[in-house]
Structure formats: C-alpha cells, structure tokens
C-alpha cells in the first residue's frame, strides 16, 4: 500500500503532474521557489511545507519546487521579484542569509520589501553557549568570563554569523573571528577546543549542543531572544530561564543599548531571526490570492500532524500568517545612515570587512 | 545488529531499499545528476513513513549513485555525477579500446567491494569514531589536502613545470569570487556572474569532455572499433582480484576522506587517482586506458559513503550536499543526528550499515545485468551520438545554475581543454587545483590563525602526514628527474611546431600576471592565496617558455605530430560543436520555456 504511495508520489515529481483545477486558486499548479540548491534550511522548510499546503488547498494543486541556487539566492529573489506572476500561481522561499544581504546593502540586491508579501513566517532564534575554560559557570555569567579571550569560528562575515561577534563585542569581550567554516563546523571545532564561543538555532542546540551542555563541556550563556508582533525583542519561548543579549547588555553596562548600535543590532536581529524562513508572494497579488493563502497556512499551522512531523526542525516557536506575519515583516526596517555607518566602523575595525556601500 | 537485518529484510524495508536504489541507478548514469538531485526528489515522501523504511530508502539511493555513474563515465566520456570524474580518463580510453565490458565490470566490482569495505569501516569504527573525528582538527585537515595537492607531482606527465603551472592555473581559476579570509570579491571583473566563483561542472566539462569530443568526432567512427564486445566481463572481474590492493587502499583513503566534513565527495576521486598513478610502477598507460585508474576510483567512491556517515550521524555535520540531505529527511522523520545515535538509536544506526551494504550489492548486481545491453552504445558511430552528447553536456551544465552564460563557460574551458590536451599539460592536475584550492586556502588560514607554527608542528598527525607528502614529493620529483628521453627523432619533429607551443604557456603567464596585478590591492588575508598560486604558476611558466625556447626536450610535446591523423579537420569540428552549444543558448530558451529556470 504504502509502496504504491511512493511510486506514484515519485512518478509525480518525475514530472507527470496530475492535471487538477482548484477552486481556491483556480490553479492546477504552484511554483515554489527555493533560491538555493538542495538540502539547505529554505529547501527543508519548503518540501516539508508543500504536502501539507497542497490538501490545505480544496483541490490539492501540485506543488512543484524548483532550487535556483547562485549568488547567495539573490539572483533568485531579484528575478522573483521583477517576473512572478500575481495569480498565486509562484511562491518564494525567503531567508536569513537574503535580508542580511539587503540590510547590509548588497548593491546586487533589485528588489524592495515592499515588493513582497509574506503568507508564512516560521522564526528560528540563536543561543549562544561558550565553553567552561572560559571561567564563565552558569547561564548569564558574564562576570565570570571577564576578561576571556574568546574565538569564534563562522561562515561568511556578512551572515547571520557576525551576531554572534557583534553581540558579546557589545558586551565587552574581545573577539577573534576565523571565517569560511562548514556549516556546523563551528561547533565540531568548539568540541576540539579551536573556538570557545559558538551559537546554533533552537534545533540545532537541542539536538547537539544539549548534550555537550549536560556533560558539563559547554555553557548556555544567552539567547538572541526573537521579535514579537508588536516588535519587542522577547525571550525566546523555547527558553523562557535563558536571558536574551538585551538584558545582558543592560546587566552589564548599567544602561540599555540605545543609539546606532542599538539600530544596527535590532536590524540585524529582524533580518536574521524573525523573518529567517518567510515563504512569500509578490505584493502584486490580489487580497483575495494573499487570503486564500493566508486561510491555507493557518490549516496547516493547526495541522497537529504537521507540528508533530516538524516539531524539531521549527523548533516550538509560533508560527505566523496574515495579519501577524505582515506585523513582523514590518519589523524589518532599514538602518539610518548613522546606523549604517556606525555598523560599517566596526566592521572594517573587528572583522576587517568592508561592509558594501 | 542482527535484529536491524531483520527488521530490514523480513519487512518492506527492503523494498523502499530497492526502489531508491533503482532511482539512484536512473539518477547516476543521467551526466551531472549527482545524489544531491536524487535525494531532493525522494525526500517530499518520506513524511510519516516508518523511519526504518524511510532510512532503507535513502541509503539505497545514496549507496547506489555512485555504481550507476560509472556507465555514463565509461560509455560516453561524461562524468555521470562529481565524483566519477576520474573514472572518465582510463574508463572512457577503455571503452574506444573496445574494452568497455571489462572496464564496467571492473568498476561495478570495485564499487561494490569498496562500498561493503566502507560499511565494515563504519560499523568497526562507530564506538571509538568520535574521538577520531576529535583528533583531526584544522591543522590535519589541511594536511589532508596538501597530501592531495602532493599528487600533482605525479600526474604532471613529462614536465613537472607543466603540472605545476596548470594546477595553479585551476587553483587561481577556482579562487576567483568570494575569498573566504577577508569577505571581499576577488577577481570577478566587477561581475556579479562571477561572485559565486565558477561552477566545478562546467569546468570539468569543458576540460575533459568537450577535448574527447572533438577527438571522436575528428575521427568520425564509433567509439570502440572492435565489432564485439569480447569477454571483457570477466577479465575486468580477474583485473580487481589482481589488483586487490589498490582496491583495498583506494577504499580506505575514500573512508577517511569522506569522514572529513566539507573535503570529501568530488575531491576523493581525484586524491585515488592521483595515489594510483603514483604508485603504479608502469605509469605509461594511465590516461589511455589503464584500468586500474577505474579500480582505484572506484574502489573509492562507494566507501566515501561509509566514512561520510560518521560525521553526519556522530556530530549532525553533512560533508556533502548528498548527505546534507541525509541529515535533513532524518530531522524529518524525528531523528536526531548525535551521540544518540549509538544509544537510544542504534537499531537505526545498524539498520543503515545493512541498507549501505544491501544497496552496494544490489546496485552493483543490477549494472552487471544491464551493462551488456549498455556497452553496445559504443558501436554506434560517434557522429550520431554526438548530437546526444552535446545535448547531455549542456544539460548537465544549465542543471547546476539553470543559467545559459555557463554554456558559454563550457566552451571557454573546452578551448583550453583542447589545447591542454595537445601539448601535454595535466588535466586531472588542473582540476586537482580546482577543487582542492577552496578547502586549501579555508584550513591554510583558520590554521594560521589559530595555531603558531610551534603548535602547528607539535600536533603528531600533522607531522606523520607532512613526512609522508615530502616522501611522496621525493619520489616522484626523482623519478621525473631521471626519466629517459624518448627517441630522438621524433623530439625533433615536435621541434617543429615549437612557435605553437609557446602559446598557451604564454596566455597562462599573461593570466597569471593579469591576476596578481588584480588582487594586489585587496586585503592581505584576500589576496595571500591567490598571489601565491599566480606566484608559482608564473615561475612555472617562466620555466616551460625558458625550455621551450631552448627547445628542451622534457618540455616539448604536441599530439598533433605524434598522434594519429584524422579525416575531419579540427576547425570544422570546432565550428559545429561551437555552432550546436551557442544554438542552445541562444533557442533553447524559448520565451515560454523561459519559466523553467525564470519564473514567469
């Protein structure tokens, strides 16, 4: 029986599509861009949402997903953007690694956030965790860590990465920052004893860095905290004892962040955390495409099948559609001039990075 | 252990393992569809299935991939995934021998015995595998490599400085975009094309398949002259037990190579090859069909598996896109990649080494079903599958970026590939700097900074490896030393041609030079790498110009003078094959089929 799912499921996306009209949409079809290759968090996110949102959808349209991999899914997201039809028939799957871009101001970037409408948002927020030699003994130990020379190991400097160096900067630690690690890299070097400050997303962290936690080899040190609706940064819900950098910083310096550092981390944090995994519509299409949408997600959202099958790669975090994820989405703002500049010293001073623009 | 059998065998396990394994056979002999693509597809299913079920499923996909690849390999000239780009440069001299059966045998057999190898490593080496994997830090990680680069000292051919401009050549190519040190573009010429480096596939492409092209289609018969396929099944079988211990070799480095997360899948095969003709004692035939080239790459590719799985189910840390994937459909069906895994989940652990070993025996068995019918491909003449071909290669090439500028790329590269092959400088070395040079200049710089050389030179690994490349390097830097000149007449032939000679030697110098002159303004950490490898690659090149000029005879070489003459001219060759890619980008994106790489 089973067996039988499968071949037909794979005769399917050999491409022999089953040729059926949905009233919701009036579509037999849905495009679902993945601006990078096979494999990554956008593309996990997207085939683990398509089954659920094609019966959300009367008529259960094929979704068929496409990788556009390249320039850090920019292309993608540029010629989504200038071409997707409006009809409902083209989704994309956004991520972190596209907002930081656009926040840093990648001049390769064509597009506005206004060009796009979100339908799902899924956050994925970091802890950070540090290692014991670095004196620090319980979660928001700051003080015991002081003076700790702390090394960090990364991907590319213009990632969601550079949060982790710009935060405990902020806080007064000296970082050193070696770049171009694999993805999961950094962690295998912190359990070496090569960095002894790492970050993961909550799945991740369950998953393997608990265990380093619970044999006494790492520290929960903070949690990036994730942005509520109404765009406070708040503990982040899987971890309501963890202390979000906010506080810390408050903790620590006496006085809240405030200023173009503040602007910077906050800009940052939108694009990195809170919107990370969006699957978005062009803003050309109708209020009644966006609802349709928008009543379909909620299905699957309420779907207890879906949470269960997802529960460890989502993390529990909410997950948003229609009027709270435009909420969120409005987050996202540009840096002022003074925030960007501010941002573009500390790189070249840090991380020898020259922010473009 | 003996219950993950069971559970694999007595249940329908075995048959989602068999039909992932069929689709990976499909998969694999398809050019450039590697396990990534294969995976990608069967992933959306394996929601709710039994995780038993689901895991035989994927293992039998990943597992099989890469026995199915070598028939396209081997039969056509064109790598049927990444990392059966090696097999390609005896396979494919083997199948125009007529020796294609014994050439598939031999790498079916091969693949098969190394990924069973690859499952035994697995399970012996599980208990104790974390501690290994914490033993091989950054520093030994880039001492892995440098024992890859080692080998282009080998594969150089008659000019050592040859090799090594060529290889320099592919690390300077390979370093054009995002340099990982300092975050800057570099090289790009303002391009935003460029940013992304250039894709390994295209390259590979151009360099050793369009050459191959050409050549068949300058000969215009078929690719094996021999009117039957012979009992070449057999013998291949007889070449992998004689040839036992590269087979075993082979498979080993494939194991502790696929277990170094961000090295392994298309860079083993080049390492094997590299090793194998190093230690060959008659190396005269590599490249023109020598079949232990198949053996040794083979050998490897299967039991990359193996070692792959370590890092991936130990620590959640994918060494390749394939198993990236791995990781994901097992966070889908609720397991936790871990420690865990030799706990609470070990059935599973167990029940995936069966699937690895089920699948490599299965896969195999079906290639050496089918490989007969197969193998008659190469008695058609070349000029009707040549069409295909172009066609496959194009194919192959837009399936990475989906984007009609890398057609352009493939015959950039092809032209160079030509020209590489006619006066005798490596490819296999070229693309050893091409694929090498990324992990290269990463764990060069992450080393310098994390370790002084003091640390750097009191790690045990690191020094047991670093003696083994300078025994390596001794070797083979003595044996081209003392290479006996061929005969005397025909250096005087090639003498003749020596004005051509000079040009590619000259254009590499003229790149080199353009690149230095390029990176100098970047930050030191940007533009370290690229100043070495153009550094090296213009002293080469000052070298072979020096030589060529003094008409020396290690460095003088040209295939036209000493190869076989062909009825159809090389500029009519060139001019279709040039005319059928550009009709492709140019018509082969109608407006409406535009959508399936721009949505519309």
Not at chain 1, 180 to 184: F, M, T
Not at chain 2, 188 to 191: A, F, I, K, S, Y
């Given at each position: 029986m089973k067996l039988k799912t499968i071949l037909l499921a794979g005769a399917v996306a050999l491409g022999t599509s089953l040729p059926a009209a949905t009233q919701d949409l009036g579509l037999n079809r849905i495009n679902a861009t993945v601006p990078f290759g096979e494999g990554g968090g956008s593309d996990t996110l997207v085939r683990a949402v398509a089954p659920y949102l094609s019966q959300a959808f009367e008529n259960e349209p094929t979704i068929l997903v496409r990788n556009e991999p390249g320039g850090g899914g920019i292309p993608a997201a540029n010629r989504f953007s200038k071409r997707a039809s409006s009809d409902g028939s083209d989704f994309l799957a956004m991520s972190s690694s596209i907002f930081i871009a656009r926040t840093l101001g990648a001049p390769q970037i064509s597009f506005t956030l206004d060009e796009f409408v979100p339908v799902f948002i899924a956050p994925m927020g970091p802890l950070y965790y540090v290692s014991p030699a670095t004196g620090a003994t319980e979660t928001g130990d700051i003080e015991g860590m002081k003076g700790a020379d702390l090394v960090f190991g990364g991907g590319?400097?213009?990632?969601?990465?550079i949060l982790t160096v710009l935060s405990f900067d902020l806080l007064g630690f000296d970082v050193k920052s070696v770049w171009?690690?694999?993805?999961?890299g950094g962690r295998i070097g912190f359990e070496r004893g090569e960095f002894n400050l790492d970050h993961q997303t909550t799945a991740a962290y369950m998953r393997s860095v608990q265990p380093l936690v619970d044999e006494g080899k790492a520290i929960t040190m903070m949690a990036g905290g994730v942005i509520a609706p109404s765009g406070e940064i708040v503990r982040d819900p899987n971890f309501p004892d963890v202390p979000t950098f906010i506080e810390l910083y408050e903790e620590v310096h006496g006085e809240p962040l405030s200023g173009p550092a503040y602007e910077a981390y906050y800009a940052l944090t939108s694009a990195a955390i809170t919107v990370g995994k969006a699957i978005v519509l062009p803003s050309t299409a109708s209020p009644e495409v966006v609802d349709a949408y928008s009543r379909a997600f909620e299905k699957v959202i309420a779907d207890p099948e879906f949470r269960a099958a997802n529960e460890k790669s989502l993390g529990g975090y909410d997950l948003y559609t229609g009027e709270d994820a435009r909420a969120l989405w409005g987050t996202v703002a540009d840096m002022s001039p003074e925030a960007h500049a501010w941002l573009a010293d500390w790189y070249a001073e840090k991380v020898g990075f020259k922010l473009p623009g | 252990m003996i219950e993950a059998f069971q559970t694999l065998t007595g249940t329908s396990a075995v048959l989602y393992l068999m039909f992932g394994a069929l689709l990976a056979l499909v998969v694999g002999i398809l050019p450039a569809l590697g396990g990534a693509a294969g995976l990608s597809l069967l992933i959306p299913f394996i929601y709710g299935m039994d995780p038993s079920a689901a895991m035989a499923m994927v293992i039998g996909m990943l597992a099989t991939v890469n026995t199915g690849d070598t028939i396209t390999s081997v039969l056509l000239g064109v790598p049927g995934s990444a990392s059966s780009q090696a097999t390609v440069l005896d396979g494919f001299p083997m199948a125009k021998k007529g020796q294609a059966a014994r050439a598939l045998s031999a790498g079916f057999l091969s693949s098969v015995i190394g990924g069973l190898f690859g499952a035994l490593v697995l399970t012996m080496t599980l208990q104790s595998a974390k501690q290994v994997i914490l033993w091989f830090g950054i520093p030994e990680i880039l001492m892995m490599i440098l024992f890859g680069v080692a080998s282009v000292a080998a594969l150089s051919g008659k000019s050592l400085p040859k090799g090594v401009a060529i290889c320099a050549f592919g690390m300077v190519v390979a370093s054009v975009g995002f340099a990982p040190a300092s975050g800057e573009q570099r090289l790009?010429?303002?391009?935003f094309y460029l940013g992304d480096g250039l894709p390994l596939i295209a390259c590979v492409i151009g360099v050793f398949v369009i050459p191959e092209i050409v050549d068949l289609i300058q000969q215009n018969r078929s690719i094996s002259d021999r009117p039957s396929l012979g009992n070449g099944t057999r013998q291949g079988v007889i070449d992998v037990l004689r040839n036992k211990w590269i087979v075993l070799r082979s498979a080993t480095v494939g194991c502790l190579v696929g277990a170094m997360p961000g090295v392994g899948g298309a860079v083993v095969d080049w390492i094997v090859y590299g090793q194998t003709v190093r230690s060959a004692k008659d190396k005269s035939q590599f490249g023109k069909g020598d079949v232990r080239g198949v053996i040794g790459v083979e050998s490897s590719n299967n039991a990359v598996m193996g070692g792959a799985l370590v890092p991936t189910l130990l620590f959640g840390v994918p060494g390749s896109g394939s198993t990236a994937l791995l990781l994901s459909a097992l966070i889908l069906i609720g397991i936790q990649p871990g420690p865990g895994m030799l706990t609470q989940d070990i059935d599973l652990t167990y029940l995936m080494i069966w699937s690895l070993a089920l699948a490599n025996i299965l896969g195999a068995g079906a290639c050496f079903l089918f490989s007969r019918h197969l193998a008659k491909?190469?008695?058609?003449?070349f000029a009707w599958i040549a069409p295909f071909l172009i066609v496959a290669i194009s194919f192959a090439t837009l399936q990475i970026n989906r984007d009609p500028r890398d057609l352009f790329l493939i015959l950039l590269f092809g032209a160079i590939g030509v020209a590489m092959r006619r006066f005798g400088f490596s490819r296999p070395a070229f693309l050893i700097g091409f694929v090498l040079q990324q992990n290269l200049e990463k764990s060069l710089y992450q080393t310098a900074q994390l370790y002084s050389l003091t640390d750097f030179l009191s790690r045990p690994i690191v020094l047991i490896l670093l003696a083994v490349i300078l025994l390596i390097l001794g070797t083979s830097i003595k044996q081209q030393m003392t290479k006996t000149v061929d005969n005397p007449e025909e250096i005087d032939r090639i003498r003749q041609t020596r004005a051509t000679q000079l040009v590619l030697p000259a254009l590499l110098a003229v790149f080199f030079a353009a690149a230095l002159w390029m990176v100098k303004d970047l930050q030191p950490l940007g533009r370290m790498f690229p100043m070495v490898a153009g550094g090296f690659g213009l002293t080469a090149c000052a070298v072979i110009l020096l030589q060529l000029g003094r008409g020396a005879p290690s460095a003088l070489e040209d295939s036209h003078v000493t190869g076989p003459r062909y009825s159809v001219s090389f500029w009519h060759t060139a001019a279709w094959l040039i005319a059928a890619v550009l009709s492709i980008a140019c018509f082969g994106f109608s407006p409406e089929r535009r959508s399936s790489w721009r949505p519309s």
């Open positions: 590319r400097q213009d990632s969601a990465d171009g690690l694999e993805r999961g | 790009d010429l303002g391009l491909l190469t008695l058609i003449p």
